[in-house]
T-cell receptor, first 111, second 113 residues
């Protein structure tokens, strides 16, 4: 499984942006970058995914480096509800349909 | 539109017993995956079912087995329970061979005494 590296924890103030980094130096050409988050006492929740180009949706933006060896999940205005563990996951589009979770980044949002 | 539902929400068993956990996938999904999440860790993939067959398996012993029914629902069975099997068991559904997101239920919390 291709590996990702994330910081253990990050803190943010409410209504400020949050930038969550993820390193994946061994990424292959067919690996998509997926982000999920897990709120307390809930199952993981899909956030966003991308291959090469930056992606935006209603929840977040995903910025992917030109060499694809790193990416950043951007929460534009953090709310208390965004406090969760965020997982960066590589998933091979052709032959790997499982999700390989690491330890993720625990995000704390201060009111 | 109901999402992924799992039952029961909590379960207490003793060592050596057997347990069956159940999952109903999101409407329209045909693939079910099971994950084990120990306290303070990320979920670990157990196996994935499609067309009533196990298609991919993680690094779990054969005490862990599963089944998928014609209506796409699924069961996870664990035999000869060990203390280390205490965890949150998560079910996720998706479409087969599709890179779209997996949808997770809120899990079954299994405690082994």
């Amino acid at each position: 499984d291709a590996k990702t590296t994330q910081p253990n924890s990050m803190e943010s103030n409410e209504e400020e942006p949050v930038h969550l980094p993820c390193n994946h130096s061994t990424i292959s050409g067919t690996d998509y970058i997926h982000w999920y988050r897990q709120l307390p006492s809930q199952g993981p929740e899909y956030v966003i995914h991308g291959l090469t180009s930056n992606v935006n949706n209603r929840m977040a933006s995903l910025a992917i480096a030109e060499d694809r060896k790193s990416s950043t999940l951007i929460l534009h205005r953090a709310t208390l509800r965004d406090a969760a563990v965020y997982y960066c996951i590589l998933r091979d589009v052709f032959d790997d349909y499982k999700l390989s979770f690491g330890a993720g980044t625990t995000v704390t949002v201060r009111a | 539109d109901a999402g992924v539902t799992q039952s029961p929400t909590h379960l207490i068993k003793t060592r050596g017993q057997q347990v069956t956990l159940r999952c109903s996938p999101k409407s329209g999904h045909d693939t079910v995956s099971w994950y084990q999440q120990a306290l303070g860790q990320g979920p670990q993939f157990i196996f994935q079912y499609y067309e009533e067959e196990e298609r991919q398996r993680g690094n779990f012993p054969d005490r862990f087995s599963g089944h998928q029914f014609p209506n796409y629902s699924s069961e996870l069975n664990v035999n000869a329970l060990l203390l280390g099997d205490s965890a949150l068991y998560l079910c996720a559904s998706s479409l087969w061979r599709d890179n779209q997101p997996q949808h997770f239920g809120d899990g079954t919390r299994l405690s082994i005494l």
